[in-house]
């Protein structure tokens, strides 16, 4: 956390330094990296300090390393895919801290996940309730003109994964592994106009 801390501070004193001398910008386009995958987003600025930004994005199906292995399943091959899109609502509610940005929206989409044990049994769990909800914070070049920067981290609020396989305990197990609140830290890269 202490890393991720210090990491928007030098950003932060970066962009504000960058973007002082620029002319607003009405719009922005960017194109943005996560957990879930790349992406693009739109933006409408209502005034230097609110905007509205419309993403869409996914992953294809790719095999990942599970970072906190599910003891029951034993060895297994994990993969997931996503496909998603947002509406959020971005404020910078601080005079002296243009480049602090609060967010908050919510998300359509699909995370498929899909475990495939030693013995051949599969599980696959969905997470398919929508819309989800979204809150995080940023620090992001002000709504300027030209080249825009940013780094956010938040979190996506769902009701979990819906998860189906043929042996009930390890149903569970993957149940009580998938988390039904998902971080996200994503940086993006733009341009305002």
Do not use: C
């Not at 992953?59 to 997931?80: H, K, M």
């Amino acid at each position: 956390m202490k890393k991720i801390v210090s990491l928007m501070a030098i950003l932060a004193l970066t962009l504000s330094s960058w973007a002082q001398e620029k002319e607003f910008a009405n719009y922005s386009v960017a194109i943005t990296t996560s957990p879930f995958g790349g992406g693009m987003n739109f933006g409408y600025n209502f005034n230097e300090k609110t905007s509205l930004n419309v993403a869409v994005g996914g992953a294809p199906t790719g095999e990942l390393v599970d970072q906190d292995s599910i003891e029951e399943l034993g060895d297994y091959n994990f993969r997931a895919q996503s496909s998603w899109m947002g509406m959020f609502i971005n404020h910078r509610p601080f005079e002296q801290a243009k480049w602090f940005v609060f967010a908050t929206g919510i998300g359509i989409g699909n995370i498929k996940s899909d475990f495939v044990t030693s013995d051949g049994a599969a599980y696959t769990a969905n997470y398919q309730e929508n819309p989800v909800g979204y809150f995080g914070f940023a620090a992001r070049t002000q709504n300027v003109k030209g080249m825009q920067f940013g780094f956010d981290v938040g979190a996506l609020y769902t009701s979990g994964a819906q998860v189906i396989g043929p042996d009930a305990s390890r149903v569970r197990a993957i149940e009580e592994h998938m988390n039904s609140v998902l971080p996200n830290v994503q940086i993006s890269i733009g341009f305002g106009f």
